[in-house]
């Protein structure tokens, strides 16, 4: 059970907040902001998503720069209060189409409402967008998306200061067109999130994929849908070899493991790779995915560390984009941490890129090399020269490095899942296929 649920703006602003069990003290929203904004503990300078502070258990996400807050007395499960905040940050969605600290503001009557519906005394009651609209009666105050910053949907895997989850679609499901029309529209994206680990010759050692298929349904009635994947479409690694090459000579798509929401059907699924389901109201992840099977990256990445003299070094990276040149790269960071004794560091920027930048973090001892966008096909390098406080001992491969690096990468999906969206309407008819992937 929790105590308090809040909602805080990135200046500590309380927007929302509702106590449910009155057994933790007063001022916990203020208490938890600063602790968060200045945390020094365990040598980290971010605060984990859960922490215990004078016997208050804190949990709490970060959802489109707003913090998302629950408190406990009780020995609460952490993947549980976790869970539950990313979900209320869902339904709030839902029902508001935009998430910003304005939608919130214009529509607190709605959103307490939606609160006393989700949680009653510190239990949760449900978090069903479909459930809920049989107890929710006020109608959203519509907030204008278009001056909202864009949100890409690889943001539902960034943590930090960074933005999470935003989708194709950014509607209220209970909110009519204007004139009262019914929106006959639905909505599927394919979000990848993608880790590589490279060898220092530039060699992948590790890849793996993280996938979900995310849905928002406006479809009157909520008819039954069915949902077709690829026809060489497979699910564990047993008998790989057998799988054999499609046509273009790419190969199946594997899948090590998956899940599938409760709505989905699967009776046809072993034979044609298809999935029925009645898609409820909102926003849902219809299936989650993992791949470790051998992956192109969209990057490849190089680095070379030489020495310049006792107490200098220079650092050479580079990074070429392995996607067409058809597609873009989008807010493109990467992160190289230095030797603990780098005291400057001096860039040579490649001229004839828009929106890059360098920057030493001397706190952190990293760098950080930042590009607005990148095109498919092309390659930029960074150059930094380090200067030291203390002489050179040993290799210095062993003291910098390992780079990391994030990016976001529209309408493309390294695994080759694609989908295509077949529905009928009421006089049988089909409606024109949405493919997606």
């Known amino acids: 059970m929790i105590s308090q649920f809040f909602v805080l703006s990135q200046r500590g602003d309380n927007i929302v907040f509702r106590d449910y069990r009155g057994d933790v003290q007063k001022g916990s929203a203020e208490i938890f902001f600063r602790k968060v904004k200045f945390w020094k503990e365990d040598g980290k300078e971010e605060a984990p998503p859960v922490f215990n502070l004078d016997g208050v258990n804190y949990f709490h996400v970060k959802i489109v720069g707003l913090l998302f807050v629950a408190t406990a007395r009780v020995n609460l499960s952490p993947s549980l209060a976790l869970e539950l905040l990313q979900r209320i940050g869902r339904v709030i969605k839902d029902y508001l189409g935009v998430l910003s600290e304005e939608s919130l503001r214009k529509n607190f009557v709605l959103v307490y409402e939606l609160l006393d519906e989700v949680i009653d005394f510190g239990y949760v009651q449900t978090t069903s967008t479909e459930v809920l609209k049989s107890y929710i009666f006020n109608e959203p105050i519509v907030v204008d998306a278009a001056r909202m910053p864009p949100l890409g949907p690889a943001a539902l895997f960034m943590q930090g200061n960074k933005r999470m989850p935003g989708t194709a679609v950014t509607k209220s499901v209970v909110a009519n067109e204007p004139g009262g029309r019914k929106r006959e529209e639905i909505f ?27 849905m928002k349904s406006y479809l009157t009635g909520n008819p039954e849908i069915k949902l077709a994947l690829n026809d060489d479409l497979y699910i564990g690694k047993s008998g790989i070899s057998n799988y054999g090459y499609s046509s273009s000579g790419v190969g199946p798509v594997i899948l090590d493991d998956c899940n599938f929401h409760e709505s989905v059907h699967m009776d046809n699924f072993d034979v044609d790779r298809t999935l029925s389901l009645v898609p409820p109201d909102g926003e849902f992840p219809v299936m989650n995915y993992r791949i470790t099977q051998e ?74 090399w930042s590009v607005k966008k990148i095109v498919g096909g092309s390659e930029h390098t960074l150059r930094a020269k380090l200067n030291f406080s203390q002489e050179l001992h040993g290799n210095i491969t062993k003291e910098a490095g390992p780079v990391s690096m994030t990016f976001t990468i529209p309408m493309y999906n390294p695994s080759r899942l694609q989908g295509e969206v077949f529905t009928n309407c009421e006089d049988g008819q089909n409606f024109q296929p949405l493919s997606v992937g």
């Open 188 to 214: 599927v994206d394919i979000i990848e999130k993608i880790s590589v680990t490279f060898s220092s010759s530039g060699y992948v050692l590790t890849s793996e994929i993280d996938g979900t298929i995310q």
């Open 295 to 368: 992956f192109k990256p969209p990057f490849s990445i190089n680095t070379l560390i030489e020495e310049a003299g006792t107490l200098k070094a220079e650092v050479i990276l580079k990074i070429r984009a392995e996607f067409p040149s058809s597609i873009t790269a989008n807010t493109i960071l990467v992160e190289m941490p230095l030797p603990t004794y780098t005291t400057r560091v001096n860039f040579d920027l490649e001229r004839g890129i828009v929106g890059q930048n360098a920057d030493f973090k001397e706190s952190q001892k990293k760098l950080e």
